[in-house]
């Protein structure tokens, strides 16, 4: 028996949107899979994998999954980043895939076994106005939501990220050579946000989960204005209030408000984390499996997080390949504190490209029963949608400078 790696490959795909996938296989033939899509820098981390971690996985113990994160980690010098993160995270989804295989156990058994039954899971509802967004919150709930993040639009505003004006699902990236570009007005937002969410909570009652994305566009002040102003509307959480790069001012927000903080969809590394954990910064850890280095990274988020009731609610749009999905459920099933797992969802050819065991049903996900990750992707079918530029789109203010996501 030999679990040496005998060939690493990358697939790019384009379903409805671009997905870069890996495929590392043994000398015994077995076959794992990984997901590395960088939304709107696919090809950078698919690079990043062909050209330099393909080469040198070749010969490798598949089995050593913590010894090759670390080499691939430690051992490169050019530590961190979301490009070197999400192509370990891919090599480290598809070696569990493989381990998972070899012994004829699904991962969230080598995890552990399962601490829960099922996977609590979110999605989105958006609608440019109150009754629309009402209509997209109640056509959710019939589907057994229990969770739903709630995006409306903005009087003024001719688009907002996240919000469609037929209530349609939204895709973060649209195709083309270049961004869209919006135009974002924070303070009219501030002004009908609250207000808006309050009617969605008086529509649904008390018993319904509701969440909502600010996508990071909000100064210190402005967050803690927000999440105070939000406390009536009782969230599930509020996420991504202030741009990434500096935690301390979350100190502001938090002396301001006790509305749940979910933060981290960006961050790749535990030591991004380390601070916003250690300072109980935040209440949900949103890294997804994918970005932050794969199932042997996240878990070693989730246990720091654990120690200060940090729980783990890792990010799941449609730029997170159902690869992923299945890793941030085996995760899901087999850690306590583990919290949501977002599930935007997929168009239908999404689903014949990645054939995958993981379920959904009455508002919860489930890995399933398969060994390994429990997803196979059917290269010919991915074979006949090539990469589209795509890319998220840029906002700027009414002045023309460029905001923050
Ligand atoms: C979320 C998000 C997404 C991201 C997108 C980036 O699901 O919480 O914020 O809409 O913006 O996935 O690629
Ligand atoms: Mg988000």
């Not at 070899?102 to 609590?120: E, F, H, K, N, S």
């Not at 909502?212 to 209030?241: C, M, N, S, Y």
């Not at 090539?386 to 460029?402: F, H, I, S």
Request: aromatic content about 8%; some cysteine.
């Amino acid at each position: 028996m030999s679990d040496r790696i005998v060939s690493a490959e990358v697939l790019v795909t384009s379903p409805g949107r671009n997905f870069v996938a890996l495929k590392i296989t043994t000398a015994d033939g077995a076959v794992g899979w990984g997901d590395a899509t960088l939304n709107g820098r696919e090809l950078a981390v698919a690079a990043y994998l062909r050209d330099h971690v393909c080469p040198i996985l070749l010969g490798r113990d598949a089995a050593r999954i913590e010894d090759t994160w670390q080499y691939l980690y430690r051992g490169v010098y050019w530590r961190r980043g979301p490009v070197t993160m999400a192509a370990i995270g891919a090599v480290d989804l598809a070696l569990w895939d493989i381990k998972g295989k070899i012994t004829g156990q699904p991962v969230y058994q080598l995890l552990g076994g399962a601490v829960r039954d099922r996977v609590l899971s979110y999605t989105h509802a958006t609608g440019w106005d109150v009754p629309a967004l009402a209509d997209a919150v109640d056509a959710v709930r019939a589907r057994g939501f229990r969770a739903v993040r709630v995006q409306t639009g903005v009087p003024g505003l001719d688009s907002v990220y996240g919000v469609t004006k037929d209530g349609a699902p939204y895709e973060p990236a649209g195709r083309g050579n270049a961004p869209a570009e919006e135009v974002w007005d924070t303070e009219a937002y501030l002004r009908h946000a609250p207000g808006a969410l309050a009617e969605i909570r008086t529509h649904v009652g008390p018993d319904l989960a509701l969440l909502h994305d600010a996508h990071h566009r909000l100064t210190p002040i402005q967050a803690a204005r927000l999440g105070k102003a939000l406390e009536p509307v009782d969230l599930f959480w509020l996420e991504d209030v202030t741009p990434a790069e500096n935690q301390e001012v979350l100190r502001r927000v938090r002396a301001h408000t006790t509305t749940p903080l979910a933060i981290g969809e960006v961050f790749t590394t535990i030591w991004e984390y380390q601070q916003l954990i250690t300072e109980q910064l935040i209440d949900f850890v949103r890294a997804a499996v994918s970005h932050a280095g794969g199932i042997t990274h996240l878990r070693r988020i989730a246990a720091l997080a654990e120690v200060w009731q940090i729980r783990l609610a890792p990010h799941g749009p449609s730029d997170v390949s159902p690869v992923a999905l299945a890793g941030s459920l085996h995760v899901g099933l087999a850690t306590p504190n583990f919290a949501i797992q977002e599930y935007m969802g997929y168009p239908d050819v999404v689903h014949e490209v990645f054939r995958h065991d993981w379920t959904y049903a009455d508002g919860h996900l489930h890995p399933g029963e398969a060994p390994g990750l429990g997803v196979d992707v059917d290269e010919t079918l991915a074979a006949r949608f090539p990469y589209e530029p795509a890319y998220l789109p840029v906002a700027r203010r009414r002045d023309g400078t460029l905001t923050d996501w």
